[in-house]
């Protein structure tokens, strides 16, 4: 089975600064990993994955997240935080064996100006 | 680009009404999904196809049905709405590269 855990339901961070969302992950397989993110009233867009090619990943919109096997850790980070970075982000696992997806909690970010 | 359609955005129905939720997808996936989204618990899987006519329970299928007639098409079905089924639903396909593309979202309010 696979479960993630996403750390801090809510981030605040100033414009221009860091973006760190914190993702862990159980699986008793190699796993797939996921961020997806959720702009207000809209569905889930994949901002990038990790298919067990390079372990760091680059995604779409300036992110990236790196895959710690050690740490078991697939965390989501951005190095410049824009206005429009302000959604929620999930992160979600699978084991590979079959297409379901577990998804953590979910963490919303908020951009200050 | 792959394209998931719901059918409606938001949607008011009353306790006991017999609810359904359609999802289309055009792409030829052969894997859909239907998850609830509540605050602070993330996704949660309802049900899930691999095919036509094939339908497997997910995490929380109690009180939920669903049919898959074709294979583009996936509805969800609320036989009684209740009051504790108030949630976004989201719908999502996969080919099978493991990646999900999701719909927009129903938000069910049921009074």
């Known amino acids: 089975a696979q479960s993630v855990t996403q750390l801090g339901s809510h981030v605040s961070v100033s414009e221009g600064a860091l973006v760190l969302l914190r993702c862990n992950y159980s699986s008793s397989v190699p796993p797939y990993l996921f961020w997806y993110v959720q702009y207000p009233n809209q569905g889930l867009q994949l901002l990038l994955k990790?298919?067990?090619?390079?372990?760091l990943v680059k995604g779409i919109n300036g992110f990236e997240a790196e895959f710690k096997k050690s740490e078991t850790s697939f965390h989501l980070t951005k190095p410049s935080a824009h206005m429009s970075d302000a959604a929620e982000y999930f992160c979600?696992?699978?084991?590979?064996?079959?297409?379901?997806?577990?998804f953590g909690a979910g963490t919303t970010v908020t951009v200050r100006a | 680009d792959v394209k998931v359609t719901q059918s409606s955005r938001y949607l008011v129905k009353r306790t006991g009404e017999k609810v359904f939720l359609e999802c289309v997808q055009d792409m030829d996936h052969e894997n859909m999904f239907w998850y609830r989204q509540d605050p602070g618990l993330g996704l949660r899987l309802i049900y899930f196809s691999y095919d036509v006519k094939m339908k497997e329970k997910g995490d929380i299928p109690e009180g939920y049905s669903v049919s898959r007639e074709k294979k583009e098409r996936f509805s969800l079905i609320l036989e009684s709405a209740s009051t504790n089924q108030t949630s976004m639903y989201l719908c999502?396909?996969?080919?099978?590269?493991?990646?999900?593309?999701f719909g927009p979202g129903t938000r069910l309010t049921v009074t």
């Open positions: 979600a696992v699978t084991g590979g064996i079959d297409y379901k997806l577990s």
């Open positions: 990790y298919t067990s090619a390079a372990t």
């Open positions: 999502a396909s996969t080919r099978g590269e493991f990646e999900q593309y």
